[in-house]
């Protein structure tokens, strides 16, 4: 068991105790819960949940939800959204010493859907100055409003244990109305299903590890596959919640996050409905990528669409930002392995550089020139993606095979219980978030070269919406396949050692959520290490 999970954590029924007394009209501050009178004057009692009553008529807080700040040990973002225009949408917050001391205005951003016209209204409180490592709870409302709460942890400062979770490709597990339709019968002919039960089975999954956070992977719900697209968010976000309320889920955005109608790239939707720590000055690029550092790990999140030769978007988006992702990566790669303070480089992102699956859309010739070399390079540890709907790993790679016209990951070690990271770098795709048209039985089985080595497609050109050239690969990097289960997810228990120079390691768990009953079961487990950077000599 990892020692995150060891950890003191606020208890459900602690904090509920709190937001029952806060519910009830009190103060939850120093004198309910019987602070320190240095803790009162850090969190006074004037800020309070209020306008506590039910049928006001106002629109309910919707989707609550969180994301890291620029500075996870210090910063959290708390989320939600709303249906019509609020007044005084602001997040009370605290420790379970302080109760709801302080209080943080949020920032509100909307947009019309292109397709309905139908308006959304998300808002964003940034929580600063908070503790690193410390548990806080809070209470999101406007004006009008019953407040909704959670809790969170703060990322701890410096090198220390945590765990966090990843999957993609997730959808919603409930079903929206087709355009223009009236329930007929009981059949559910007159509906149109987004997902399948694994994309809630797959949350409740993630709430029993418990991770500090979730990378999500891309393709979070496929509202721009669906007749109602702002329907299909709501419910993404509700779902969701249940466990997104209590860490932040960090999402990047994948060719089902592009909307037509929805801004010139498509993304207005998605940028809307989160905050996350982006850096960039354009507006249209704003939280399509970005990075941010939790212990000693650097995690990278990317928007493949403006790099891969694949268009499986409303839009066709490549190469938007003109080279300025790609120039963004690489200041930020170089940066992270020459800190002294980074042992690990995590990159989440959507389209995938490996896969076997012939009935997915294989590897993306346009992300293995692009991304390859930097992540040789700047020696990045592992690299976590979804689009396609089963899970696969790579054995550790580094540089390419030789003479290789689909430039081939070239192993750099065989073993896939132990992992040096140092030596290469391990690819999983984590596509079984719980969307339907899974490909977990399209595994090639074939002996390719005569070696032993199964056969990958690779996109060599574009050619038009779910369409490329692809080219046939010995897949040498092959290193576990699941064909047996289609949706899982992966957990990462990060153990930081205790010197400099000692080998710090990632233990990884995949989980597969078992149909129809949603129950866990671990698939494998294996370990990823490498020296950590404070100790002299380091080698990528």
């Known amino acids: 068991m990892s020692e995150e999970r060891k950890q003191t954590r606020i208890s459900r029924r602690n904090a509920l105790g709190v937001f029952g007394a806060a519910a009830s009209g009190v103060a ?17 009692a004037s800020s309070e949940v209020r306008s506590l009553r039910n049928g006001s008529g106002s629109t309910p807080v919707q989707g609550l939800h969180l994301q890291f700040g620029g500075d996870p040990r210090s910063q959290m973002v708390v989320s939600w959204i709303t249906d019509e225009e609020v007044k005084n949408p602001r997040v009370v917050y ?66 220390a244990p945590f765990t966090f979770t990843s999957f993609g490709d997730q959808g919603s597990p409930t079903v929206t109305w087709k355009n223009g339709s009236n329930p ?49 968010w709501n419910h993404y976000l509700t779902n969701n919640s249940r466990s997104a309320r209590f860490r932040p889920w960090m999402p990047c955005a994948g060719n089902h996050e592009i909307e037509a109608g929805n801004g010139v790239l498509g993304f207005d939707a998605f940028q809307t409905y989160f ?16 990075a941010f ?39 930020e790669l170089k940066a992270a392995r020459a800190s002294k303070d980074i042992d690990w480089i995590v990159v989440c992102m959507h389209q995938v550089m490996i896969s076997s699956a012939t009935a997915a859309n294989g590897p993306d010739l346009a992300l293995r020139e692009a991304y390859g070399p930097l992540f040789d390079k700047y020696g990045v540890d592992l690299v976590v993606c979804g689009h396609e709907h089963d899970y696969e790993r790579s054995l550790a790679v580094r540089g390419v095979v030789p003479g290789s016209a689909t430039l ?7 073993a896939t219980d132990v992992v040096e990271s140092e030596f290469g770098t391990t690819h999983m795709v984590l596509g079984g978030g ?15 070269d005569g070696h032993g080595h199964h056969s990958a497609y690779v996109q060599m050109e574009h050619v038009g919406k779910y369409n490329s050239v692809k080219e046939q690969e010995a897949a040498v990097w092959i290193g576990v396949r699941d064909d047996m289960h289609p949706y899982g997810f992966a957990e990462f228990a990060v153990d930081p050692g205790r010197h400099p120079g000692d080998m710090t390691r990632i233990y990884v768990t995949y989980y597969n959520v078992i149909t129809p009953t949603g129950e866990l079961k671990v698939f494998e487990q294996f370990t990823l290490q490498r020296r950590r950077s404070d100790g002299g000599n380091r080698h990528h």
């Open 408 to 414: 081939t990951p070239n192993p750099s070690q065989s």
């Open 28 to 44: 939850a501050g120093p004198m309910l819960l019987g602070a320190r009178a240095a803790e009162a004057e850090a969190y006074p």
């Open 94 to 159: 605290g420790t379970l010493n302080g109760g709801f001391g302080s209080t943080a205005s949020a920032v509100t951003k909307s947009y019309t859907d292109g397709h309905s016209g139908k308006t959304v209204w998300a808002h964003h409180a940034l929580l600063s100055k908070l503790k690193s490592d410390t548990d806080y709870l809070y209470a999101a409302q406007h004006d009008g409003a019953m407040p909704d709460a959670g809790t969170f942890h703060t990322a701890p400062s410096g090198r």
């Open 275 to 290: 905050e996350l720590p982006s850096t960039e000055t354009d507006p249209e690029l704003d939280n399509l990528w970005y």
């Open 434 to 448: 719980g969307v339907s048209g899974v490909t977990n039985t399209s595994f090639t089985m074939d002996d390719f």
């Open 293 to 331: 550092t939790v212990g000693a790990v650097r995690v990278i999140a990317l928007q493949n669409d403006e790099i891969a030769l694949q268009e499986g978007g409303d839009i066709y988006n490549r190469g938007y930002s003109g080279g300025r992702q790609l120039a963004w990566l690489e200041k």
């Open 184 to 232: 007929v019968d009981a059949s559910g002919r007159d509906f149109e299903p987004n997902a399948t039960p694994a994309a809630g089975d797959i949350v409740t999954g993630v709430e029993k590890v418990g991770p500090l956070f979730h990378l999500l992977n891309g393709d979070l719900c496929y509202a721009n596959s669906g007749p109602d697209r702002v329907r299909t």
